[in-house]
């Protein structure tokens, strides 16, 4: 089993920052995907930022070069820093895992965290 609780939502202005933490507990060595998603009211949810064991971060456009994605892997965090905040970044924010249990493909999420870009 895993477990997954997100912090760091809130309310910031265009332009300004935050940083968002998802700690992990439990199987922890069975993920191999680490990701955030975003879902702005009334749209579906997208993928934000994604990173896949043995390859390069992975970011939807709309983020490129503003949004980055880490993980501290002695915290059991995944991290999504987000710079150079827009309005149209505002969602609910959700943190997922994947991987596998024996023959298994598991997936958990976050109980969601919200982002609000606002002047």
């Known amino acids: 089993q895993v477990q997954l609780v997100e912090s760091g939502g809130g309310l910031v202005q265009p332009g300004g920052s935050l940083r968002l933490s998802c700690a992990a507990s439990?199987?922890?060595?069975?993920?191999?995907?680490w990701g955030w998603y975003r879902q702005a009211p009334g749209k579906q949810r997208e993928l934000v930022a994604r990173?896949?064991?043995?390859?390069?971060?992975d970011y939807a456009d709309s983020v490129k070069g503003r949004f980055t994605i880490s993980r501290d892997n002695a915290k059991n965090t995944l991290y999504l820093q987000m710079n150079s905040l827009r309005p149209e970044d505002t969602a609910l924010y959700y943190c997922n895992v994947a991987g596998t249990r024996g023959v298994t493909v598991f997936e958990v999420w976050g109980q969601g965290t919200l982002v609000t870009v606002s002047a």
């Open positions: 990173l896949v064991s043995g390859f390069k971060p």
């Open positions: 439990g199987d922890i060595f069975r993920i191999n995907t």
